[in-house]
């Protein structure tokens, strides 16, 4: 039986994670209240991505010291944890559709803005370990990253709801936030893929 393949883990990888998925969970308390009380699809997408976060970054955390073989296994499964807020966000807007109600565009923007601040912390702890640890480091990189355009999009929207007065915006963001998670999610899987098939022997 050959001995498990077990690749260096970047110094500081394992720290950054755990920071990162206390950052994402304690975020998505404060965007979840908002993005409820005022009506927003995009926010409340945005907070499920947050929840998302702290789990991958959890998963990461504890799986980032194992051999190569099971790290590619858990990315495959994070490609579908990825997945997760595009069919929540789907069902929300779906629902916000029947009542297309403006979001508050104060609340809005403010808590966009502090998401986004969020968001840069985390893909700046990541930034130096998205090439290294394979789909883990990947997963967790490009999570942070798609939330920080997603963030920026919405103080954009926030905008525009205050000038036109329409919850479509809103509805429209949303549905895009869930598109560019199942884009991540194919990256995330991508990469897994290609750390198994390292582990085949060459003919």
């Known amino acids: 039986m ?5 690749t260096p883990i ?3 990888f394992r720290q ?3 920071l ?5 969970l304690g975020y998505f308390g404060v965007e ?3 993005a409820r009380a005022i009506g927003s699809v995009s926010l409340l997408a945005d907070s499920v991505d947050f929840l998302e976060d702290a789990c991958i970054n959890i998963l990461i955390f504890v799986s980032a010291a194992w051999s190569l073989r099971r790290r590619a296994t858990v990315g495959s499964v994070l490609a579908f944890v990825i997945l997760i807020p595009a069919a929540a966000t789907i069902w929300i807007a779906v629902v916000k559709i029947l009542d297309p109600t403006p979001p508050e565009v104060v609340p809005l923007s403010l808590t966009a803005l502090g998401a986004l601040a969020v968001n840069l912390t985390c893909a700046a702890l990541l930034v130096r370990h998205r090439h290294h640890n394979g789909s883990l480091a990947r997963a967790a990189w490009l999570s942070a990253r798609n939330d920080a355009m997603a963030n920026v999009a919405i103080i954009f929207v926030a905008v525009l709801t ?3 007065q329409t919850g479509w915006l809103d509805i429209v963001l949303g549905v895009a936030i869930g598109l ?3 884009d991540a ?3 995330v899987w991508r990469a897994a893929r290609a750390e198994r098939a390292s582990l085949q022997p060459r003919a």
Do not use: D, Q
């Not at 050959?2 to 077990?6: A, F, K, S, T, W």
């Not at 990162?20 to 994402?24: G, S």
């Open 162 to 164: 205050a000038v036109f």
């Open 2 to 6: 050959p001995e498990p393949v077990v």
């Open 16 to 18: 950054a994670v755990i």
């Open 10 to 12: 970047a110094p500081g």
């Open 185 to 187: 999610a194919r990256a």
């Open 180 to 182: 560019l998670n199942a």
């Open 32 to 34: 979840f209240a908002v």
């Open 20 to 24: 990162v998925a206390l950052l994402n």
